[in-house]
């Protein structure tokens, strides 16, 4: 079993409140976040970002390990997400992860490709764990 931990402190309340989120890791360590980060242009890092990344990295390592799995042994794949974050009665609901992949496998035949890429968006944990709608664009590239 892995358990990793994050952390966030918000100073202040509401629209002038002002927040930073730390990792276990130390990657991210005081990021400051807060209104202006999540609906402005502050400089910052706010939720929809941490999942659109966690998101993006889950995918793109979980269809790395199927792909080895189904015998393929080079590889790019490259991914994106889009999160999408929406008004929800009076409050706001992620409404969609929209995933973007870009992949370079020697060898890999299309109807193969897609099947293992939409299996690894189903089954890979941070999937698993988002109550949105969850698309794919997978493109494989020569």
């Known amino acids: 079993m892995t358990t990793r931990s994050g952390s966030a402190r918000y100073d202040g309340l509401g629209k002038d409140g002002k927040g930073s989120v730390s990792t276990q890791s130390g990657v991210l360590s005081d990021s400051p976040y807060g209104f202006g980060t999540r609906f ?3 400089p910052g890092t706010n939720p929809e970002e941490l999942i659109a990344a ?3 990295s889950c995918f793109t390592m979980a ?8 015998g393929q042994k ?7 997400s889009k999160v999408t974050l929406d008004k929800d009665g009076d409050g706001f609901k992620v409404t969609k992860s929209a995933l973007s992949l870009t992949a370079r496998v020697p060898g ?5 490709f897609h099947r293992i890429a939409d299996d690894a ?16 664009e997978a493109q494989l590239a020569e």
């Open 63 to 70: 269809l790395s390990f199927a792909l080895a799995k189904a």
């Open 74 to 80: 080079h590889g790019t794949l490259e991914t994106t």
């Open 121 to 136: 968006k189903a089954n890979c944990p941070i999937s698993k764990v988002l109550n949105c709608e969850i698309t794919l």
């Open 54 to 56: 966690a998101h993006a």
């Open 108 to 112: 890999l035949g299309a109807d193969d």
């Open 40 to 42: 402005e242009d502050e």
